[in-house]
């Protein structure tokens, strides 16, 4: 059974940081790129960003570029999005993924799973 289970989010306030946490189980996670997306209310889903199965390569969007960073460790199924500067507008569910795929893509219809989502909310 197949589980990805998002953990960290929260309340806080902008310039504050947070660190989310995806358990990975039932699958070989070593072999699945990881990409972590966003949905505001009324909002598509977006990407927020990825990383390859080794964890060499990785992706931002634009919007969040130079103020999170995605990283993984293999040996604990576990894939993180470090978030620094928050602002407002990075308020949304942040859900994080898994592609069958050594490789990344930033569009949501190219992974296999997906989280529950998990709450940020920035107060300005």
């Known amino acids: 059974q197949v589980q990805l289970v998002e953990s960290g989010g929260g309340l806080v306030q902008a310039g504050d940081s947070l660190r989310l946490s995806c358990a990975a189980s039932g699958f070989t996670f070593s072999s699945y790129a990881m990409g972590w997306f966003r949905q505001a209310p009324g909002k598509e889903r977006e990407f927020v960003a990825a990383?390859?199965?080794?964890?060499?390569?990785?992706a931002y969007a634009n919007s969040v570029q130079g103020r999170f960073n995605i990283s993984r460790d293999n040996a604990k199924n576990t894939v993180y999005l470090q978030m620094n500067s928050l602002k407002h507008e990075d308020t949304a569910a942040y859900y994080c993924?898994?592609?069958?795929?050594?490789?990344?893509?930033?569009?949501?219809?190219?992974?296999?799973?997906w989280g529950q989502g998990n709450q940020v909310t920035v107060s300005s």
């Open positions: 990383i390859t199965s080794s964890g060499f390569g990785a």
């Open positions: 993924a898994a592609r069958r795929n050594s490789g990344y893509t930033t569009r949501p219809r190219g992974y296999n799973y």
